[in-house]
Each structure stands twice: as structure tokens, then as C-alpha cells.
């Protein structure tokens, strides 16, 4: 079994609500150390069931502290409870300091890459393309 870890973490959805969730999964960190990540890896990848797409640089996956104190999670529980389908079960991308739409739902393949992905579908005039937010949950 993998470690795991429950943090509560900022969802923001882009111009609309916001919550503090408390999220339970394994870090991503965990992963990517087991399978090694080469010399050269410029970002991770997450796909979705649904199409979606969302990747994440390894510069803002390296950081040894988030903003916040807060790691990226697969989390596989939100507030002790099993994640329910609409919020991503089996497994759903918790990126501290980014946008919900940041947050991959129903993650089928993970893939880390040498070169700039482009994120599908392409966001809307206007929200940042690398989802960060800076305002403090």
C-alpha cells in the first residue's frame, strides 16, 4: 500500500465559488519517486475519462513547500468520505494554488514528458493558462 495524507485545500473554481475541502490521497511525489522521473522531464500529465486533460510543470512540482504547506494529491477521499463519482472517483488531481479546472477528475493515465503539453480543451480568453491563483485560502 502507498502512504497516503489528508490535507484541506482551496477549490476555486474560476470566478465563481470557493471551498475549503479536506482531501485524503496519495502524494503525487510518492508516486513519481517510484517510478523515476528522467533528467530532462519538463511536465506531468493527467488525463481524464471525460477528455480532460491538465498538466502541471515540474518546476511547480518540485517545490519543496507549496505556498501553503500543501502537497498535490491523488486523492481517493474528500471530507472522510469515499470521492463520489461527480467529484472524480476513483481518482481526482488536488494541485494546491491552482484553479479547479487545474484539478483532473477521473484520472485514467498519468504521463510524464520532455516538452510543453497543451492542455485540452484550450481554457478561455482570460484564466491562466498555468491556473495559479495568489490569494490565501
Known amino acids: 500500500a502507498k502512504p497516503n495524507i489528508t490535507e484541506v485545500v482551496l477549490l476555486w473554481c474560476y470566478a465563481a465559488n470557493r471551498a475549503l475541502i ?11 519517486d517510484e517510478v523515476g522521473v528522467k533528467p530532462g522531464a519538463k511536465e506531468v500529465v493527467f488525463y ?14 518540485s517545490r519543496k513547500n507549496y505556498k501553503y504547506g500543501r502537497e498535490v494529491i491523488l486523492a481517493y477521499n474528500m471530507c472522510g468520505e469515499t470521492l463520489p463519482f461527480e467529484r472524480g472517483y476513483p481518482l481526482r488531481l488536488v494541485a494546491p494554488d491552482k484553479y479547479g479546472y487545474m484539478w ?5 493515465r498519468i504521463e510524464v514528458v520532455n516538452y510543453t503539453y497543451q492542455d485540452y480543451p484550450p481554457l478561455p480568453p482570460g484564466q491562466p493558462s498555468e491556473g495559479d491563483f495568489e490569494e490565501a485560502p
Do not use: H, K
Not at 23 to 31: A, D, E, F, N, Q
Not at 49 to 61: A, C, F, H, Q
Not at 104 to 108: F, N, S
Open 104 to 108: 483532473v477528475r477521473w484520472i485514467v
Open 48 to 61: 481524464g475519462i471525460d477528455g480532460w486533460t491538465r498538466s502541471l510543470t515540474m518546476e511547480y512540482l
Open 22 to 32: 479536506e482531501w485524503t490521497g496519495v502524494p503525487l511525489r510518492v508516486i513519481l
